[in-house]
Each structure stands twice: as C-alpha cells, then as structure tokens.
C-alpha cells in the first residue's frame, strides 16, 4: 500500500469575545514556517499548510489513516477583523489566531517567525501579549 497524497481540509473552532474573533485550527506536523494566513478584502480567512512529506524507505505501509499531503481551509468570517493586527501563535501542532474586531476588514497575508522547534508567533498587538511561543 502507497501513501495518498491529497489536501486535506482543517477542522476550526472559531470563538468571539468582547473585542477578538478567535480562530483555532490543528495542523500537525507542520513547521511554522509552512503555514500561511490570510484575510481577504472580501472577509474569508484563508489558512495554508504546506505538503508534508511522504513516509522514506517504508517497506510495507499497513495502516493509512493520516495523509500526507497540504492543508487548506477558507472560510468566511462572521464579523470584519483586523488581520493587519492579529496574533499568531503555533505549538503542539496547533494554530490560534486573535483578530481583533474591526469597522471593516483589513486585509493581509500573515506568516509565523519560528521561536523554537515546531513552535512559532507573529505579535501584530491583538490586545494580549505573546506568550513563550506554545498554544
């Protein structure tokens, strides 16, 4: 048996309180840097995760329930954001975004500064500090 290579689609848990949209996203066995967000002028937030490689030198793959292969997700979000100002943060193979809410959308395209080893940020002062890196 062969490793499938296809796009899979991300799963969201997309929350809002007083003044932040939060979008939370799991994304294993990416890099930080292989992950890419972006809100359009229109309001559809679109995350990016780049192709994972396949497994090397396997002999016999028994069991495939994880693919390889990219991720991607586009939704549209439920109220206008600041994505010029979100927070990042990427840790145990999961993405959480703060946007903060806005009159209209500012859009832009937001990519994560590694801080150690399969963990990443971007601070743009979403109204709450990074912390160490993790999620």
Do not use: C
């Not at 949209?21 to 840097?33: F, N």
């Not at 832009?108 to 500090?129: D, F, I, S």
Request: hydrophobic share 40%; charged share 20%; net charge negative.
């Amino acid at each position: 048996m062969q490793e499938e290579l296809k796009e899979q689609e991300i799963p969201v848990k997309v929350y809002r309180t007083q003044d932040r949209l939060m979008v939370v996203a799991p994304l294993p066995g990416l890099e930080p840097e292989n992950i890419q967000v972006e809100v359009t002028a229109d309001g559809y937030l679109i995350i990016r995760g780049e192709l994972r490689g396949a497994l090397k030198d396997v002999k016999e793959l028994l069991i495939d329930e994880w693919s390889i292969g990219g991720y991607h997700r586009k939704l549209l979000l439920p109220t206008a954001v600041n994505a010029k100002s979100a927070n990042l943060s990427y840790g145990n193979g999961v993405l959480a975004i703060a946007f903060p809410i806005a009159e209209q959308v500012k859009p832009a395209m937001l990519t994560l500064a590694r801080v150690a080893p399969a963990h990443g940020q971007r601070w743009g002062n979403a109204g709450h500090p990074p912390t160490d890196g993790a999620v």
